[in-house]
């Protein structure tokens, strides 16, 4: 337990656990005398309602984090607790509890090409049994409409831009209200104007659902809607706020 101030409300005091906290946490691939160490000692508290970007070179193990915070892989050494569940040696049914109150957002927008751009939102509806007796066509047009494409939602993926595609993502990511959505270079195949609008997009509907936001990327572009950020190398997290805003600044 720690007392913090909210970022967005400075006079608003709460008494709050972290959504994610690591300590001492190691990982580790291949095995015998391939066995690499790819994160080294990663110790991290991050609270409800905060957007953290991460950035650094490629390979210093963003990815890596980002898979293990998401229970997308297993944690191994150390100890990670994502909306207080411990993720090393947890269950195949406590990761697929975490999983289910965390939004996913990729670089590839990973959408079904077959799947039109409602039917894609309203899967990510239908793991939650809480949304199986509402109008889940209702909702996942509404929310298309708030990034914009109302008028897409019988559009196959293939017909959309690049730009569209990802806002059909974010759609799918955050329907369900995630306390924590995850978005790994999520602008990094949009142009300048696309991506700064996905990840304004991105910051606007997380405010209002008040749901956490981990967001890696290279692009300095957006550095500004962070209220954190972070910046690992070679597989440590090397420094945290205003100096890892220098390094990439
Ligand atoms: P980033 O996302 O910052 O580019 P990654 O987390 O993808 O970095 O990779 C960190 C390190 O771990 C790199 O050295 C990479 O080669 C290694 N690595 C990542 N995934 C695997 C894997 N599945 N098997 C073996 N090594 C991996
Ligand atoms: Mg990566």
Known sequence: MKKIT??????????????ISAQNLNHYFGEGT???????????????GDIIIMTGPSGSGKTTLLTLMGGLR??????????????????KKQLRDVRR???????????????????NVRMSLELHDEF????????AISMLESVGLGNRADY?????????????????????QPKIVLADEPTAALDKKSGRDVVELMQKLAKEQGCTILLVTHD??????ADRIIYMEDGHLISDGVDAAAKVG
């Open 6 to 19: 909210s970022s967005h409300n400075p006079m608003h005091i709460v008494t709050t656990e972290p959504v």
């Open 34 to 48: 391939l066995r690499k160490q790819a994160l080294f000692d990663i110790n991290l508290d991050i609270y409800s």
């Open 74 to 91: 297993s944690a191994q050494e150390g100890s990670l607790k994502i909306l207080g569940q411990e993720m090393c040696s947890a269950s």
């Open 101 to 119: 109150q965390i939004g996913y957002i990729f670089q590839a927008h990973n959408l079904m090409t077959f799947l039109t751009a409602k039917e």
């Open 132 to 139: 199986l007796n509402q109008d889940m066509d209702a909702k």
């Open 156 to 176: 196959y993926p293939d017909s959309l831009s690049g730009g569209q595609k990802q806002r059909v993502a974010i759609a799918r990511a955050l329907i369900s």
């Open 220 to 225: 300095n572009r957006i550095l500004d809607i």
